[in-house]
């Protein structure tokens, strides 16, 4: 564009602005979502792990001293600062004669919309929700 004093004018006309506008809020619509099912799954793969190592601590603490750790901070495995701030880790040991327990990592905040919702392993090694793992 050619002023009057016969001066260009550089820059961008608001209808190109928008369109620039218009095409990264498509592509945010479209790349949000799919990052914050990611995050999720990154959280869910570190509490997977952490029950991994309780149940394998849980393993070890029977063989030591007869009997299953009555809570989780008996087996001295410090839950990693995501795992803590995303799910709550419980242990529940069951009734009878034979010793068992089973491990449960409850979703909190934002990981609560996650596909898996709570995941469990008990002394048998069995898992839940099995798609999950």
Same mark, same amino acid.
């Given at each position: 564009?050619?002023?009057?004093?016969?001066?260009?004018?550089?820059?961008?006309?608001?209808?190109?602005?928008?369109?620039?506008?218009?095409?990264? /809020?498509?592509?945010?619509?479209?790349?949000?979502?799919?990052?914050?099912?990611?995050?999720?799954?990154?959280?869910?793969?570190?509490?997977?792990?952490? +029950?991994?190592?309780?149940?394998?601590?849980?393993?070890?603490?029977?063989?030591?001293?007869?009997?299953? /750790?009555?809570?989780?901070?008996?087996?001295?495995?410090?839950?990693?600062?995501?795992?803590?701030?995303?799910?709550?880790?419980?242990?529940?040991?069951?009734?009878?004669?034979?010793?068992?327990?089973? +491990?449960? /990592?409850?979703?909190?905040?934002?990981?609560?919309?996650?596909?898996?919702?709570? +995941?469990?392993?008990?002394?048998?090694?069995?898992?839940?929700?099995?798609?999950?793992?």
């Amino acid at each position: 564009m050619t002023k009057k004093n016969g001066s260009t004018q550089a820059g961008f006309t608001l209808i190109e602005l928008m369109i620039a506008v218009a095409i990264v /809020a498509i592509l945010t619509s479209v790349a949000y979502p799919s990052y914050t099912q990611h995050v999720r799954k990154s959280h869910r793969a570190e509490a997977q792990s952490h +029950l991994m190592a309780l149940a394998s601590r849980q393993q070890q603490y029977l063989l030591d001293t007869r009997a299953y /750790a009555a809570d989780v901070g008996a087996l001295n495995v410090p839950a990693p600062g995501s795992v803590s701030a995303h799910y709550n880790v419980t242990l529940a040991l069951g009734a009878g004669t034979a010793p068992t327990f089973t +491990l449960s /990592a409850a979703p909190l905040g934002s990981q609560a919309a996650d596909k898996c919702g709570t +995941l469990s392993i008990d002394n048998a090694g069995v898992k839940t929700p099995g798609n999950c793992w």
